[in-house]
């Protein structure tokens, strides 16, 4: 996940399309022509020796003069042919992140900004691969077609130069013949190096794609029996030396509700992403059911912690494949899920009920409908754990009310963690944790933490019913 942290999809998709293929290209284009011209370069030349060995080492001079081209052309162009790629990636992600925030620049009058800065950028590809076609125009072609006369004239020069009696007539023309066998097939070899120059720095980006360290599996085969969760004396941070958590301990027992609460930047969403082991704290460790997380096998685990993101992902397919996703669950378990999470009605009320499509990013449904999917598909894997990453934050009072039965009717069924910016979200909770700087700063029940004069959690409280009452006038 740290990966994806600082990724742009983008220019991710770009080295999964276009960098691959310029590298399929090398194998199915550049080193066929390469070996099958290679091969009729050689029996040209064996062809000459046979004739006259002198006069083909003459000929042979042409391969380190071509050398010497290539040599000249891979170092005007390789700068040119990396930054082509780097801005073919740029482009790409422009276009993404345009066409994806679509409704955002058009509301905000922001077209023609982003329309100049594509514009600038496609100008500077532009001008790279014309510095990269420059060079093949000066250095492959027209530069061999040179040598190629060159050597005939040397060749016929010094066939002229032997005596009269030594003269073989049919000896020179086969060796026009066979110069020409020799000089077409260097030529496209060399006009491959355009494509290889293009290859291996395609290669060169994929690679960097495919060394990205993977994240380390969990190296046991234990599962989660109950769900209680404990954090001994941990410590996180993205960056070296800015810590988010410090020294955070914390115990969660199995079939309870907790809320998470605090300010932007306490650390909710960090510690909710240590606990679904995207990162790996720096001190101290993470335990369910007193076993460390990575002695959990990476299929137990995932079966066993269910999570609702804040915001919902959704496949442009059917509301059953986007609750099964792939697990192979049955239409009953499906309909369970969906019936826990209050959804059941809403999909067979669509034309086609369970098999309706939701069309991209479920864009068919709202907000309040995309988050009830999302949790149905949470509580289909059936987890002892559910993880609730600001779930109402985007939905209206309607829904979160159903939100709040569903958690209501899953208390003591699995345990239940949910990071909340609507307070009255988990205002029923057994146990509120208040967050600050990263550290614990209050912790207990609803009517505990309000008794807390000045506290943080009275404050938040208080100014978002201010702002309720507000809304409400």
């Known amino acids: 996940m740290a990966f994806f942290d600082r990724a742009i999809t983008g220019q991710l998709v770009s080295r999964v399309t276009n960098d691959t293929e310029s590298v399929k290209a090398l194998y199915v284009q550049v ?24 006069l083909m080492l003459v000929v042979l001079l042409l391969i380190p003069a071509m050398a010497l081209i290539v040599w000249g052309y891979q170092r005007w162009s390789a700068p040119s042919v990396a930054q082509a790629r780097e801005l073919r990636s740029q482009i790409n992600a422009q276009l993404a992140e345009s066409i994806n925030g679509m409704s955002v620049l ?18 500077q590809q532009y001008r790279a691969r014309l510095s990269e076609l420059s060079a093949n125009a000066r250095l492959l072609r027209p530069a061999l077609d040179l040598l190629n006369v060159v050597l005939l004239v040397v060749v016929i020069a010094r066939f002229g130069q032997r005596p009269p009696a030594g003269l073989e007539i049919g000896v020179l023309y086969a060796f026009v013949g066979y110069i020409a066998r020799v000089v077409e097939p260097l030529i496209q070899i060399t006009l491959q190096f355009s494509q290889l120059q293009q290859a291996v720095v395609a290669a060169a980006r994929v690679n960097a794609l495919l060394q990205e360290p993977r994240q380390a599996p969990g190296r046991g085969e234990a599962s989660i029996s109950h769900g209680a969760v404990s954090f001994d004396h941990v410590s996180f941070g993205y960056q070296p030396g800015h810590p988010i958590l410090h020294d955070l301990q914390l115990a969660i027992p199995a079939g309870k509700f907790y809320g998470i609460v605090g300010h932007t930047g306490s650390g909710k969403s960090t510690l909710l992403s240590l606990l679904l082991r995207f990162y790996a704290p720096q001190q101290g460790s993470i335990r369910l059911d007193g076993i460390a997380l990575d002695e959990i096998g990476d299929d137990a685990f995932r079966a066993g912690i269910g999570l609702v993101p804040q915001e919902p992902f959704l496949l442009a397919a059917s509301a059953r494949e986007n609750i099964d996703m792939g697990r192979g669950l049955s239409q009953q378990d499906i309909e369970a899920a969906a019936r826990a999470a209050g959804v059941h009605e809403l999909i067979l009320a669509l034309e086609h009920g369970y098999d309706t499509d939701m069309g991209e990013s479920g864009t068919r449904l709202s907000s309040g409908q995309k988050q009830l999917i999302a949790i149905a598909r949470a509580l289909a894997g059936r987890p002892q754990i559910l993880l609730l990453d600001e779930a109402t934050s985007h939905i209206d009072s309607e829904t979160e009310q159903r939100v709040q039965q569903t958690l209501t009717a899953l208390r003591g069924q699995i345990t239940l963690i949910s990071i909340a910016h609507r307070l009255s979200t988990i205002r029923d909770a057994d146990r509120i944790i208040v967050l600050n700087h990263g550290q614990i700063a209050e912790t207990g029940n609803h009517d505990q933490l309000m008794a807390i004069e000045h506290g943080i959690y009275q404050r938040l409280y208080q100014l978002q019913q201010l702002q309720s009452s507000q809304a409400e006038a």
Do not use: K, P
């Open 31 to 54: 080193l066929f022509v390469m070996l099958n011209s290679g091969i009729v370069v050689l029996g040209a030349l064996l062809a000459m020796a046979w004739l006259d060995w002198r």
């Open 106 to 123: 058009q509301a905000s009058n922001a077209e023609g900004r982003f329309s100049e800065r594509f514009i600038a950028t496609n100008g």
